[in-house]
C-alpha cells in the first residue's frame, strides 16, 4: 500500500475473543494510541487459527501477521486452546522461514483482557518493525508472466 | 447413674453417683478453697485446704474433699471450726514456705493469718509443691518434664536433673494451671505469636466472630494435643483433651479431619473477596516502625468488645490517645506502581465510622486527612455530617508522611488544600485506611473457572452494565468484592443478585446452549483420530460402528480448535467458518474500484 | 463422435518424470480396450507425432486429452494452451499436472540457483566453460531457440483452464481405467472436479490401528522400526495420510512406508499443507511451549515434509525469492 509514495505495512491480527481482542476492545475504549496499520480478525479462541489463515494473509498481501490469545497455562475460555496454539505455531515459523518470509513479520503470544496497553504497544512496536523489513508484496513472486 | 442424697451444710442435695465430695459442692456454689485441685486433672490432694468433716455411720471425721467420693447418705460440713482451724494451720504454713504470692497472702487473710507464722527460708519462694504442673506435665501433655524430686524440706519440682531439656513443648500449660505463678515461659517472639495481629489467642478459637454458626476451630499447629502426636509421630494420640472434658455440650471432636468435598452443582457463585493490600509497600507512611500506627482493619480488631482489649481504644503502652490522625487512600488511588490507582470505595465510610468511634470512646482529637470525602450512599452524607459536628478536624488533602519522632510520637505531615498551607500534626495513634486488593491467589482461581480480571485485577463481569454478575463461564456467577470493592450493603445486593441468578438456572430444568458448534461432516471423516484428544471437553467421541468421529452438541463449547486440527477439512464449526475468515482475509486487500465523480 | 464412433484421445507429457506415461501402460491388457474405443492422435512417448500435427488439428478436435506434467518451461506452457484449444476435456492427469508435484519442490528455489548447482556445481559437472541453458543460440545454420525455464513451476491449472483432475503419482491404473471408462460412457461429473480419487482421506483405506494421539518424539522413517500393526503417524512418523485424498488404496502405508501425500488435499482443504502442519503439531504432547517447540524442531525440512506433492499449488506458491 502506498500513501504519497510511502510504504504502509498492512498487517493482519488474529485475536481470540476472550483475551486478545478483548484487551484491543479496552484499548480502543480507552483511547490508546494505536496505528491503523493492524487489521483485526477475531477467532473464538487461538486454537481455531488454522495455520492456513496465516498463510493466508501473507498471499492476500499482509506485510505481517499477529496471533495473539490468552496466557498459557490456564487463561484460555476453552482450558487449553492456547496449548494448540503453541504446539503449532513454532512450526508454523519454521515454515514461513522456508518459505523466506522474515521472522518479524510473524507474531505470536499472549496479551490477556487486561492488558489492553500491552497491545496497543505490540501494535506500534510491530508496525514499526514490519515497516522497517519493507513490503512482502507476495502477489508479486508469482505475477510475472515471463517467470 | 444411680441417684444419691447427700448433705452439705445442713442442706439434702439431689446428685448421681460417681462423684467427689468437691465436684457436688462446686455444681452447688459451695465454696471450698483449694489450691491443689483443677477440674480436667485427677485428684490428688495434696493441698488438703479442701479438708472438710465427713460424718459417715454417725462418726465425723476430717477428709479432704477432692478426694473423697460423694456416697449415698454422707453428712458434710465444710465451715466448721475444726475445719477453719486446720485450714488456719495450713495457711500458716503456706504463708512461711511463700510470703510473697498475693494469692497465697489473700487466702490467708481470710483466716487471720497476715504474718508467716514460722521462719521464711526464701522470702522468694512461690512454689507451694501442689502439684499441678506436674501432673498436667504427665497426665494431660504427656511431655514427661516436670517431676518432684528429693523429699522432706528439700522437696522440688522441676525437670530431670533441673536440666533444659528438649522434651518440653513449651505448651505452657504448667505456666496456665500454677496458682502461685510460680513457673514462667520466656517466650520467644515466634510465629505463632506473630501471626497473631494484636495479640496471641488460644489454640482453640473462633476464626471470625460474626459468623453463624459460631463455632470455635483448633489451631493443629498449636494446640498441645495435635502437637504431641505429631511430635511423637502418632504415639502419643490422648495429650491434654482439657477442652473435651469441660466441654458440656461434648462438641469436641478430635477425629474430625480437613475434608475436600466434591460435588456436582448447576451453578457457583464465586464470592473470594479482598484481601488488604500491604501497608508497608509504600514507605512514607511508617507502617511497620511503630507500634502504633496501624490499619483500618487492626483498628476494627483493637475496638472490638472481643479484641484484646475488650474494646478499648489503647495505644500500645496501654494509655488512651490524646490524638488520633486517620489517613485516607493509603494505597488507593495513587499512581505509584506498589499502590493501586483504583478508589477502594469503602475506605472514606469506615474511616469517617472510625472517627466517631475515637471521639465516642476516648474523646481524642481526630484528624482525618482525605483527598476527597466519597460519601455517596443512602444516609452516608448525614453520617458524614454528624462526624463532623463530633469535632473530627478534616484536613483536605492526602497524609503525605508519617514521621516516628524520638519521643515515639508520630508526626504526619501533609497538605490542607483548602488552606493552600503545609500542616503538621503530632499524635498518639495513626489509623491508615489501607487499599483492598484482589487476593493474591485470584489469578488461580480466575483460570480453575475460566474467569478473566479487569486491568485492576478484579475478576470481569460479563458486561458492566447488563450483566453484573455474571462471568463469560456459562452457570459461574460473581457476588461482592470479587468483583470490585464494594461496602456491605452493596455487596448484599450484589450477592442477592447472583443467588438469584444461580437458582433462576438451576431452576430452569433444562437449558439451552450456544449453537455454535463443531459438527464433523461424515462423509469426509476418514476416523485418522486426530482430532479425539484435541477437545477440551471430551466432546469428540469415536463411533466405532460408523467408523468416524463425532460431536456431542451439549458438551461442544464452540472454541473451533477441532476444526483447525481436522487434516481432512471434515470438521467444520458453525460459525466462525473457513470460508467466513477465508473471506475476511480475502476482504481486506479487496482495493475498492473508486469511481471518479 | 467422429465417423468411426471412436473417441479422439492424446496423452502428453511436460515436466514429469515419465511414471504417468508407464501408469497407463500398467493399464496391460485394457490397452487393447482402449484401441478398441479410442483413436490416439496424440502421444510423443509412445507414438511419433509433431506438434505441428496437433496445430493442423481444428480446435477441439480431441475429445480428451491427458496432460500429465507442471509447466517448468516456456514449451510446457505453450503446450498447455495448444492441447487446451484442440481438446475438448483436458484433464490434468497425474500429480505434477494437478498440484506440481516433486519438480515443484524446486519452487523454493529460482532458476539462477538451479542452473548454478545444476550445471556449475553439482558433483558430477564437466562444464569448463561454465554453459548454462540460454534462450537462443547461434549455429551455423542459424539462430534455434530452446524453450525458457522459468522461476517458478506452475500448475496445468494455473496456465490454462482444466477440465478434471486425476491426481497421483502416479495415478493407480484401477483409477486411470475407472474415468476412462466414465469418459467412454459419457458419465462425467461436473467440471473442475477430481476424478479417480475418493472423497475419503487415506487413513480410510489404511489398515493400520489407529489410536487417540500424542506424540512425544517425530522419527524419520530411518530411525525407527515401526510396529507394522499400528498407525505410523501414532508413533511418531509423519504420514500425510489424514490429510491426503484416498484413492491409491494406501499403498505406502500396506508396507510400513509413511504416505508423502500424492493424491493432494481432500475435498475440503485449501492447503495440503498447513492441513497437515496443523494437525501434526496439534498432537504433540507438550505442555509448555520451551517443550512444544523442542519437539517439533526436530521436523527437518517443513515444506519438503507437508507440501512433498503440492508446493506449487499451495497458498504461497513457492519461496520467495
Known sequence: MSNNGKFEPRIVAFLCNWCTYTAADTAGVSRMKQPPNVDIIRVMCTGRIDPVFVLKAFAEGADGVIISGCHPPGDCHYTNGNYKTFRRMPLVEMLLQQYGIEPGRFHWGWISGAEAPKWAELTREFTEQVRKLGPLNWKKQFASKED | MAKITITIDGKPIQTEEGQTILEVCRKNNIYIPTLCYHPVLEPYGACRLCTVEVTRHGWPSLHTACTHPAWDGLVVRTNTAE???VRKTLMELFLSRTPNVPLIQEMAAEYGVTEP???????????????????????????????????????????????????????????????TGAIEIVLQKNAIYAAKPLGPTAAIYVPSLQAVPRVPVIDTDSCIRFRQRDRSNGEIEDACGACQMLCEANAIDFTQQDEILELNVGAIVVATGFQMWDSTKLSQYSYGKSPNIITALEFERLSNAAGPTGGQILTADGVKPERVAIIHCVGSRDKNPNAHEYCSRICCMYSLKQAHLVRDKTHAEVYEFYMDMRAFGKGYEEFYERVQEEGVVMVRGRGAEVQVLPSGKLRVTGEDANLGKLVAVDVDMVVLSSAIEPPADAQKIAQLFGLSRTPDGWFAEAHPKLKPVETNTDGVFLAGAAQGPKDVPDTVAHAGAAASMAVALLN???????????????????????????????????????????????LCKGCGTCVATCPAGAITGKHFTDDQIMAQIEGLFRVPELVEA | MPGNGKLKLGLYWAASCGGCEIAVVELREKLLIVDQVADIVFWPCATDFKYKDVEAYPDGYMDVCLFNGAIRTSENEHLAHLLRKKSKVLVAFGSCAYEGCIPGLANLFDRESIFRRVYLESESADNPNKVVPQTAYHMPEGEIEIPKFYNTVKTLGQVTDVDYFLPGCPPQDPQIWAVIEAIVSGNLPPKGSVVGANEKTVCDECKHVREEKKIKKFYRYHEIIADSTRCLFDQGIICAGPATRGG????????????????????????????????VASVVDADTEEEARRIVSEIPDPIGTFYRFSLPASLLHRARR
Not at chain 2, 469426509?524 to 463411533?543: E, H, V
Open chain 2, 83 to 85: 475445719v477453719r482451724a
Open chain 2, 117 to 179: 507464722s514460722y521462719p521464711v527460708e526464701d522470702p522468694n519462694e512461690k512454689c507451694i509443691l501442689c502439684g499441678l504442673c506436674v501432673r498436667v506435665c504427665n497426665d494431660m501433655v504427656k511431655a514427661h518434664v516436670l517431676n518432684f524430686s528429693s523429699r522432706g524440706v528439700d522437696r522440688k519440682v522441676g525437670p530431670p536433673f533441673m536440666e533444659k531439656t528438649r522434651e518440653c513443648i513449651g505448651c505452657g500449660a504448667c505456666t496456665i494451671v500454677c496458682p
Open chain 2, 508 to 554: 430452569r430444568g433444562e437449558v439451552t446452549i450456544s449453537p455454535q458448534v463443531a459438527v464433523v461432516d461424515e462423509k469426509f471423516c476418514s476416523a485418522c483420530k486426530t482430532c479425539l484428544n484435541i477437545c477440551p471437553y471430551a466432546a469428540i467421541s469415536f463411533i466405532v460402528e460408523d467408523n468416524v468421529a463425532r460431536v456431542n452438541e451439549a
Open chain 3, 248 to 279: 491409491c488404496g494406501a499403498l505406502c502405508t500396506k508396507v510400513d512406508i509413511p504416505c508423502r501425500g500424492c493424491y493432494g488435499p481432500p475435498p475440503n482443504v485449501v492447503d495440503q499443507g498447513a492441513s497437515l502442519l496443523a494437525a
